[in-house]
């Protein structure tokens, strides 16, 4: 969903101050997104840890080791 998409529904929909919270929002997680994708300093980049994450959901959740996931995805953000 576009942010103006978003600005649209809550326009429709909400009152002020729900559209100044959306206006908030918004940077928030355009900034995850670039830590997630890589598209910020390379210092800062959370890309290797996520596509980690994502094999590993990936394994897991067609195993059925639920126990075992939180365990390295608790490790995995500890070491981070």
């Not at 576009?2 to 959306?22: F, G, N, Q, W």
């Not at 997104?33 to 910020?40: K, P």
Request: with cysteine; net charge negative; proline share 4%.
């Amino acid at each position: 969903m576009l942010p103006s998409e978003v600005t649209d529904l809550y326009t429709a929909h909400c009152d002020r101050m729900y559209i100044k919270i959306v206006d908030l929002l918004i940077p928030a997680f355009d900034y995850l997104e670039s830590r997630i994708t890589g598209t910020c300093q390379p210092s800062y980049s959370c890309e290797s840890t996520y596509e980690l994450f994502r094999c590993v959901v990936r394994y897991y959740a067609h195993s059925g080791g639920v126990i075992v996931l939180m365990v390295v995805l608790v490790c995995a953000c500890v070491r981070s």
